[in-house]
Structures are given as structure tokens and as C-alpha cells.
Nanobody, 120 residues
Framework: QVQLVESGGGLVQAGGSLRLSCAASGTIRSINAMGWYRQAPGKQRALVAT???????NYVDSVKDRFTISRDNAKNTVYLQMNSLRFEDTAVYYC??????????????WGQGTQVTVSS
């Protein structure tokens, strides 16, 4: 059994910052890529940023130079530092992780989501 638990969402004014965290727990052999996705009202869930186990990162163009994804492998945790937040960043943010739970079992797991609301 694996769980991803997010924290750090909330209400912030435009131009402000928030830091999201997502901790994985349970039967974990190793964690490969981890990532953050978001879903705005009336829209599909979309990629925000990903990070490999080696630390290579990838961002959607709209958040480049504003958001930073990082991870602490010892804590099985991924972070998303969000600066210069804009109204259009308002969404439910979900973390995802590609987790190996045994020699033959590997799945994508998702957190429950955390709301980020940016007031203009």
C-alpha cells in the first residue's frame, strides 16, 4: 500500500509564493520520476513539472522561471516552490510518483490534491 500526501496549498495574492510538499509512504522499493499536475475548474488535468530520480527537471512553459520542483530522496518527498503566482495558477494541484513496490511491481500513484487559489 502506497500513499502520497500533499500539503501547502492555500489562498495567496497575485505575486505571492507558496510551497507545496508531497510525501510518499508505504511499501516503497524505489521512486522513479515524480511530478506535479494541476486541474483548473472546467479544464483537464495538466502537467506542471517533473523531476527524475537523478534530479533532471522539466517544466511547462507557463511556469518556467517562476516554479521550482525539487525532491528529497531520503524523505520520499517532492516539493514545488511557486513564486510570482498569477490568477491563472489557481487550480487543484496533484502530485504523482512512479513507484517500484517490488521487483516486478511498478505503478503510478497520485495524491489527493491540494487547492491553490490566487486572488487578483
Amino acid at each position: 500500500q502506497v500513499q502520497l500526501v500533499e500539503s501547502g496549498g492555500g489562498l495567496v495574492q497575485a505575486g505571492g509564493s507558496l510551497r507545496l510538499s508531497c510525501a510518499a509512504s508505504g511499501t516503497i522499493r524505489s521512486i522513479n520520476a515524480m511530478g506535479w499536475y494541476r486541474q483548473a475548474p472546467g479544464k483537464q488535468r495538466a502537467l506542471v513539472a517533473t523531476i527524475t530520480s537523478a534530479g533532471s527537471t522539466n517544466y511547462v512553459d507557463s511556469v518556467k522561471d517562476r516554479f521550482t520542483i525539487s525532491r528529497d530522496n531520503a524523505k520520499n518527498t517532492v516539493y514545488l516552490q511557486m513564486n510570482s503566482l498569477r490568477f491563472e495558477d489557481t487550480a487543484v494541484y496533484y502530485c504523482s510518483a512512479d513507484i517500484q513496490t517490488s521487483e516486478i511491481s511498478r505503478h503510478d500513484y497520485w495524491g489527493q490534491g491540494t487547492q491553490v487559489t490566487v486572488s487578483s
